[in-house]
């Protein structure tokens, strides 16, 4: 879009300010243009929806069509129909989290209510509170809204609550809007908070009267380990955020919040102002597939398509790449996260990473502020484990070719620092 | 939500500012309590989608699922599918606007077209001009951004021009950040703006650089009268809103904008933060539904349905309705708008017509400054002809009520002053 041509704008001048705010993405542009047939993608977080049987949708869209009657192409209700409501509380009950049709309201995937969120609770200059690294999407939604946005490292059992409450402390009174987290396989660490720590975490925003919202696209997709129990269920004043795109399919676009209904009100009128209501014809579609049974092999059968991508991402790493590299363990979603010693710019290096046929999405992306250069992303979920061995080799190329200079300087005794940003597993 | 029990707001002081400005509906509330099996509506603009075959549409959303495989349920392109985006270049030709596809972003319905158009262009304070009554949903989008909105006022052309023009002078050099307008059977008032006041009104923005932002979601509904050219083919700087919603269903969400690139690429941002991608889903299916032929058989026997329901309206109101009403004789689209005398609040008045059995919307929702009261807008799409005269009969008996006092006070020569907002149509 304008990316081929010089076009003058006649407007230049009349944006909004929070425009200036919003990051346009380099990457975005360089994977657009990632189009050589064996290129091997590690950079996006896409479900392996060949996995969802086309004749369940199929059964599910027509008997919908057929059941809801006008319903499904109507105008629908804009916290959502009772019928995908009442999937939810299912949903969450088997997670642990106890709700009502009317503690939920639909929206179009987790990035929009990830965006009202923001909307009803930001005023330019409010600070928001997440991990560092963070979901890049979740920082697109929040910069619309000017806040500053103040990142708490994690480590491997996710965000350092003791870091927490020292932030909270050093804000004082005017403190932050909410707490944003992803306790689950986060995006896009991969690491996965701690029962003990979501108890601290808890204590914390409660004792600083802090709104906690948690995103939770991954829960389910669990390889290994036992539950935890989200922070909905330990407390009910926690802001959940779920989506039907990992466990069922992203082209639906549905998402769910469960908050407080003095939230979801102020939530309903800005989800009306953006779009009037979601798809019920989406809507129905969900209903009938989670209607059914079958889904719940589909979903085992995905999770453990993912647990073998996982596996043999972790093993490729292994083998693999440079001994200066450190990554993450996840127990499940879709990613690990890789630091590399601070002066290597993975940003820098992903124009060479696609050259050689591989992609990837460089750590700053998941930072406000432009931290995380020597870090990347690794998306394990959507490449064949062939591939992604093959993709990790063809990686690990790339490092090794850089790394040459970092191995003579350490050789003569005059290595550069390497910054120790977020936690990364010692190999 | 939250209407049924009093809740306490754990965190009623940390909502943003821009909350203050988004107007809950207390005729929304009303509307939900308005369940008496024999009420006929006249408040939603709800199109009458029995009329759209379900075999069609069930043949679309099967068809396409199974042609376009996993693209139907993955993740899409922001901007929307290149299919969908060429259906669109099809409808603009046949109204008259030449574009290619990369001149199209799809939206989910106009409506968020319209939030995210606020979201790029409105900075607190900023200046939106719009027709004076104007459609409540683009009033609701815009607010969220805070901006100071003036309302030109309409007659039975359309905008006034002259108004216009005196408007922007007076706003002087930091002028308005754009002009809104429904040029065709506007919502709510149903009048057209005449060819020659869209040549006027787009040398009078293009005269003080103001944008133009032409929301059109009635203009294939035409029920007599000659095909007036979009704003769009007079001038390509202007931004179109265009939706499926209309011709197609409402369930699916789907609605596009055409704009300069430079314009589409602040757009596209302002998309990935809000949604991260349209329905991919419903896209395939809309592909697919404007694949065939089908369809335009359909919006024929709509639009003739619809143009039924209106020549039922202004029947039954030239037969019932009295003396003092006007109201305006719409040549397509989905409203009547009718003005009463300035002294009748229409919308107190709207509980008692509840309790007849009638609905409709008090003209204030149509103004961001409590204007409208003695107005309201009367939808003809969804009730049967019949329906609609019952309808009307009801109406009319409760505002005779209410005229009564009127009639004593004019009958003693102590007429309380009309005012004359909007185009009304002398009887």
Redesign the interface.
Known sequence: ??TA?I??????G??????AD???SAVRDLFAAATRPDMISFS?G??E??R?P?DD??SA??AA??DA????????SS?GREGVRRVVVELMAEVGVRIKP?DV?IT??A??AL?LLA?????PG?TVICEGPTYL?AL??F???QPDVVCVPADEHGMRTDLLAAELERLGPRGA?FIYTIPNFQNPAGVTLTPARRRELLEIASAY?V?VIEDDPYGRLRFEGGHCLPLRALDD?VIYVGTF?KIF?????LGWIVA???????F???K???????????QV?AERYFGGTRWRRTLQELTRTYAGRRDAMLDALEEHFPPEAKWTAPEGGFFVWVEMPAFLDLKSILAEAVEHGVTYVPGDAFYPDGRGRNCMRLAFCFAEPDAIREGIRRLAEVLDDRLELYRAFAAAGALPGASDTTGGRDR
Chains 1, 2 share one sequence.
Do not use: N
């Open positions: 879009m304008g041509r076009v003058f704008d006649r407007w230049a009349r944006y909004a300010g929070r425009m919003v990051r346009s996006g896409m479900p929806i060949s969802v086309a949708v199929v869209a027509t069509i057929r009657g006008t319903e499904a192409l109507q105008y629908g916290e009317d309201v179009a995937g990035q929009q965006d909307k009803i609770f930001l005023d409010d999407g697109q939604a910069s619309a809204y809007k009267d709104p004043d795109s399919a992203p082209g639906l676009r407080p209904h003095p939230v979801l009100g102020r309903l009128l800005a009306q102002a953006a779009d009037l209501c979601g798809s019920a014809y989406a579609t």
